[in-house]
């Protein structure tokens, strides 16, 4: 669909659903009879995309992700708050004198759903499954571990190569579940085909293009899923999602339009939520492009932008502006760190400072077909009129646009970041250290101070003084103006009355064994 | 009777470079877009490291022409080579959407006959007068309104207000495939109506005014049965030729539709193979929708000369 197509069909959807909520109304059986969690039915998840693979290590796509959860489930996760890292297959560690050695305690009595119980010589492989695939996959994410070690069939021992404090915030992610030593027997591609793990739920098929199912895993060690099954059907229009929850034939609807979130909150038997999440939205400005080495001219943009109206016009005011280069939802988010904010006065000041006065003629890199992105473009447009930088919008569909991005061919563009670990160094080492791989986020920022702060985190495992190198960190990037922080949204699902127990952490995963369906 | 259906091995034989032009094509324009798979499939992580690393295991780092040759050798073999994004054969995803897409087309072929038959015949039983007009409002309004928003009005009356009928899907057996496709395929016979009933319409007028009709008229004949014994064959024979244009022009409607109604055939992979410039996908897909419309062209000579025995494509070539 083009875009103008794809905004036609929105407004009409828009108009129709608000007929319908004119003549709908009333008649909502919300039978709130006989609390307690129900037992059995099949939860039916709607979303646009389909899975495209359960190897958990190399896979890179949320909604993949969200299933393997269910199945495989590592030794440590993270708490519902997203900010902490609760034992979860692993019961508790010990640090040696040297923070080099993290010996695991493994919980006694989990098996894998085909019965067999789970050993340390599984968690083993597993992890160094994961280490292995090192560039090609999620294996980065293990680069400090040197070994990992049978103890004894129910411990393990992890050496490291330097001191590094995220490790167990790395061992929650996915890609470090556990799975059968030596994929119990069959090839890595068999195994993932019909992947097992230790989790609530079993893996039961794949239709391409249409469904993905798991169903509740009997031999649960935790506490049983109330669910018998839970599918995921691919329903790509965001208007015929929408319509499926309201009419009952789906249970959630995975992330409904903003546009039509209003409307569905309203609608009978239809219950709106949003959830806290690490999503943050902002401007890159390319570095090496001129004029954006200059400081100056990146906060002058940076105090030129109102991010109040940016919420209201693109999130429909379901958001907040950004104040930070963390979200609210990553440890050690810090709000008092002097980040521009909605300044016109102090925008010109900034400008007048700079190198380009009178101002200048510049290009802003967005996807085609994302709304969103076209909404904020065009408000930047307006605002950046009035410091006499002429703003032109170049827009690429997705693929097309991330290519232009690595090759360094933008001006100004607009990206977000979600947190896959409750630790910020995912996100720190991504974004401030060149070393990362992606020239900090394709921005070329690269100030010495800020990467040693980031390299002095990694290696501090005292809470409170990582804390304060992440507020230093968090200060000097506002002060730097490397990125325009824009704002935070939260997730959103709709589903039916009937849907309880559903829950998202800030990392967007949710435990589907606390879900049951009311009849 | 096979001297008249002669035609049909050459026109098979024409299609061969008809379809190498295909491949052609489509192998170079989805090359030409900008942006590599590697890029799609590592999402958010992608550093222009891991890019390289990735584009090199799934050999797309080597020189265009040689992927293209690939390509080529591994089709004659009957090879469609292996989804970019689910490391899959493209062979086993394309045969899991084709039966979809063609249910759909068949369904809403048979749907749109079923409306436009008796349409056709009610207004041409009485050219001008109020049925007959109002046949004709009928099919302005399906020309008019563009088919997504029909099957947004047909999911609101029959599925969210009626809950007659499911809001997209496709269900999991055969009799709910056919259920779930219903609507979607009203939608696309609503469409394709139009201009069925246009052209039964007028031939229908010429047909009742023609002697013969007359003499049948004159021998008692009336009706229903006149209709259609002796003025429906007869009347067809136009209309044959455009169901036949329209199927090829619906192929691409039903791309569209298969989006709304969340009916995982060809376009719905189709679409999500462009995004994620899954190569193979793409080509597979395209192949086959170029074998779909030159097949539905042969397919309607043959049924345009079965139905009419003055017809002699073989001759006429000759």
């Not at chain 1, 929650?172 to 992947?195: R, V």
């Not at chain 2, 899991?96 to 015949?121: E, H, N, R, Y």
Request: charged share 15%; net charge neutral.
């Amino acid at each position: 669909m083009t875009r103008s197509a794809r905004m036609r069909f929105t407004a009409i959807a828009a108009l129709a659903a608000a007929a319908l909520a004119a003549c709908g109304g009333g008649g909502a059986d919300s039978t709130e009879a006989g609390s307690g969690p129900v037992n059995g039915g099949d939860l039916t998840i709607a979303r646009a995309q389909d899975i495209i693979s359960m190897n958990k290590t190399t896979t890179f796509d949320n909604d993949s992700i969200y299933v393997m959860e269910q199945i495989m489930e590592p030794l440590f996760t993270v708490s519902a708050d997203g900010t902490k890292v609760e034992p979860w297959l692993a019961t508790g560690y010990q640090v040696s004198d040297d923070k080099l050695t993290y010996t695991i305690n493994l919980r006694q009595g989990v098996t894998f759903s085909t019965g067999q119980p789970m050993t340390a010589a599984d968690v083993k492989f597993a992890l160094d499954e994961d280490t292995k695939t090192g560039a090609d996959g999620w294996g980065y994410i293990n680069a400090a571990i040197a070994s990992v070690n049978v103890v004894d069939g129910n411990t393990v021992a992890i050496k490291l190569k330097y001191a590094w404090a995220p490790l167990l915030a790395d061992l929650s992610l996915f890609s470090n579940g556990i799975i059968p030593n030596n994929y119990g027997g069959k090839t890595a591609d068999e195994f993932y085909q019909a992947p097992v793990g230790t989790g609530p739920f079993v893996w039961d098929s794949w239709q391409k293009g249409q469904y993905v199912k798991v169903t509740a895993n009997k031999t649960y060690w935790g506490s049983k899923p109330h669910l018998d099954s839970v599918t995921w059907n691919v329903v790509p229009d965001a208007n015929t999602r929408k319509l499926q929850v309201q009419s009952g034939q789906v249970d959630i609807d995975d992330t409904p339009d903003w546009s039509s979130f209003t409307s569905l909150k309203n609608a009978p038997g239809v219950n709106a939520q949003t959830f806290k999440s690490t999503y943050e939205e902002y401007v890159t400005f390319n570095e090496q492009r001129t004029p954006f080495a200059d400081a100056h001219v990146r906060r002058a943009i940076s105090y030129a932008l109102d991010r109040d109206a940016i919420v209201k016009t693109v999130l429909f005011g379901n958001g907040t502006p950004a104040n930070s280069l963390f979200s609210p939802g990553t440890p050690y988010y810090d709000q008092n760190n002097g980040a521009p904010t909605f300044d016109m006065a102090q925008a010109k000041k900034e400008l007048a400072q700079s190198s380009m006065p009178n101002g200048f003629t510049t290009t802003i890199l967005i996807n085609s077909g994302n709304p969103n992105e076209a909404s904020i473009a065009q408000i930047m447009q307006a605002e950046l009129q009035q410091l006499g930088i002429t703003l032109t919008i170049r827009q690429l569909d997705p693929t097309a646009n991330k290519q232009s991005r690595l090759k360094s061919d933008f001006d100004l563009t607009i990206q977000s970041w979600t947190m896959d670990i409750p630790d910020p160094d995912e996100w720190t080492t991504f974004v401030v250290d060149p070393s990362g791989g992606s020239h900090s986020a394709f921005s070329y920022y690269a100030n010495p101070a800020v990467i040693a702060l980031n390299k002095q985190a990694q290696a501090e495992t005292d809470d409170a003084k990582r804390g304060q190198l992440y507020a230093q960190l968090q200060k000097q990037t506002s002060q730097d103006s490397f990125l325009a922080y824009l704002y935070y949204a939260p997730y959103v699902f709709a589903m039916t009355d009937k849907v309880k127990g559903f829950a998202v952490t800030p990392l967007g995963n949710y435990h589907l064994e606390n879900v049951y369906k009311t009849n | 009777m096979p001297d008249r259906f002669r035609f049909i091995p050459a026109r098979l034989l024409q299609s061969i470079p008809v379809l190498f032009g295909v491949t052609v094509l489509v192998f170079f324009m989805v090359h030409l877009l900008p942006g590599d798979p590697a890029v799609a499939i590592l999402g958010q992580t992608a550093t222009p490291d891991r890019v390289a690393a990735l584009s090199h295991q799934l050999g797309l780092d080597q020189a265009l022409w040689r992927q293209y040759l690939l390509f080529l050798g591994h089709l004659c073999q009957g090879n469609l080579g292996q989804s970019i994004t689910y490391q899959r054969p493209v062979s086993g995803l394309v045969l899991q959407a084709i039966p979809v897409t063609l249910s759909l087309l068949l369904f809403a072929l048979v749907l749109s006959l079923l409306i436009s038959v008796p349409l056709a015949g009610l207004a041409a039983s009485a050219p001008g007068r109020a049925r007959d007009l109002g046949v004709r409002f009928f099919t302005l309004l399906g020309q008019g309104m563009p088919q997504f928003w029909i099957g947004i009005m047909l999911i609101l009356l029959l599925a969210v207000n009626l809950r007659a009928f499911p809001v997209g899907g496709y269900g999991k057996t055969w009799p709910q495939h056919w259920y779930y496709l219903f609507l979607p395929a009203l939608t696309l016979a609503i469409a394709m109506c139009p201009t069925t009933i246009r052209s039964l319409r007028a031939s229908t007028i010429d047909v009742l005014a023609s002697d013969y009709v007359g003499t049948a008229r004159s021998k008692g004949a009336a009706g229903i049965s006149l209709f259609r014994l002796h003025v429906l064959r007869n009347a067809a024979i136009p209309t044959v030729s455009i169901i036949g244009v329209n199927l090829g022009y619906l192929v691409g409607g039903a791309l569209v539709i298969e989006k709304v109604f969340a009916v995982p055939g060809l376009g719905s992979l189709m679409i999500n193979a462009i995004f994620a410039r899954d190569f193979p996908t793409i080509q597979a897909v395209s192949l086959f929708v170029a074998v779909f419309v030159i097949v539905v062209g042969i397919l309607t000579d043959v049924v345009y000369t079965a139905v009419d025995p003055r017809v002699d494509i073989s001759k006429e070539r000759s």
